[in-house]
């Protein structure tokens, strides 16, 4: 039988160990992809992003089914806790798990899981985000540096083409997540030789969208109407920043996003965020499902790329507007009228032809 399990904290079990390592040991795997049952532990960062519990986690579960009917998935969310990963990273190890799959909360602090996880000879497959300080075994990810560079570009094209004039604010991820560091750099590829000033930029805590409309509401009062569009990491902090200006009763400059959240790809459609980022979750989840059963298997992925001395697969991006939207979320199967068609957003819709 397919057993998914959820542990929330997992360091409460850490005392069962010894009953649960009869589904294999990190390091004294044997087989070589012959279908025994494994233990791989999928830890996720936050629930500040929806994503998690939305996409991620069923997806790489049911890409763990597929691939092993028996397999058991460990799966534990930080909520934006690093000390919270590492008891459940803790746990995990304890339980003996045949590898571990994680999207860290701190990128920094993620190099103790890996020490202790790799001591102990199983295996780590860094997700979404990287984790520069210390080599994981792989990295599944989209090129977070191109994500940045294709949000900020497009919004620069955007301004220059409809004569907008004034500046930039840039609301970065959260600064303990290396992978928002990649978007930041992107971003500023894209912006820093430009014609539009950065007027402000900040590091959102977290990525929590309340941060972002906090810093963009003190932004408005500063700059009011020299802000001429914002480019924000994510949906999350893209739709802080839009509440920023309607809370204002100040009118919404073109905002940027990340992630093709649903909550998002309805705000392209009304307006009011002028883009975001299609990166289906579903081909970095099996993509990750893979690794981490090959390497519980005994086998060693090959990298297509290399990221901080980690062998790596980095898939690449779309970015979205309004022009391309039909093609790329109704056509790309990224989601469905019914889902983005609801009555508050029914004339949206038929404006883009897509009702």
Not at 40 to 56: G, K, Q, W
Not at 143 to 153: F, K, T, V
Not at 154 to 176: I, K, Y
Not at 299 to 309: M, V
Request: net charge negative.
């Amino acid at each position: 039988m397919k057993k998914f399990l959820t542990r929330v904290p997992l360091v409460l079990l850490a005392s069962a160990s010894l009953a649960l390592t009869a589904c294999g040991g990190g390091g004294s795997s044997d087989a070589g992809g012959d279908g025994e049952a494994r233990t791989i532990a999928f830890l996720m960062p936050d629930n500040a992003s929806t994503r998690y519990e939305l996409f991620d986690r069923p997806l790489f579960e049911a890409k763990m089914s597929e691939l092993c009917a028996d397999c058991e998935v460990i799966y534990s969310n930080a909520d934006s806790s690093a000390s919270k990963q590492q008891e459940q990273a803790n746990s995990a190890i304890a339980q003996g798990v045949d590898a571990i799959v994680i999207d860290p909360v701190d990128s920094a602090a993620a190099a103790t899981i890996v020490n202790s996880a790799q001591a102990q000879e199983i295996p780590v497959i860094a997700y979404d985000r990287p984790i520069p300080d210390v080599p994981a075994d792989y990295y599944v990810s989209f090129d977070n540096e191109a994500i940045g560079a294709l949000i900020g570009q497009s919004l620069v094209d955007h301004l220059t083409e409809t004569g907008a004039e004034g500046g930039l604010l840039q609301v970065n991820g959260s600064p303990t997540d290396a992978a928002a560091g990649l978007i930041k750099k992107g971003v500023h590829t894209s912006i820093d030789e430009g014609d539009f000033e950065l007027l402000a930029e900040f590091d959102t805590p977290g990525w929590d969208p309340t941060e972002a409309q906090n810093w963009v509401s003190g932004q408005i009062t500063r700059f009011g109407d020299d802000i001429a569009g914002v480019v924000a990491a994510n949906d999350g902090t893209g739709g802080g920043s839009i509440a920023a200006f309607k809370a204002a009763g100040a009118e919404v400059p073109p905002v940027t996003g990340n992630d093709a959240e649903l909550a998002a790809l309805q705000r392209v459609l009304s307006g009011d965020q002028y883009n975001t980022i299609s990166k289906p979750i579903k081909t970095v989840a099996e993509a990750a499902a893979e690794t981490a059963y090959k390497f519980a298997n005994g086998e060693t992925p090959e990298g297509k790329a290399t990221l901080f001395d980690t062998p790596s697969e980095l898939f690449e991006p779309t970015v979205v507007t309004l022009e391309n939207f039909k093609e790329v979320i109704i056509d790309g199967g990224v989601a469905t009228v019914e889902e983005l068609c609801t009555p508050a957003y029914a004339e949206a819709c038929a404006s883009a032809g897509i009702s």
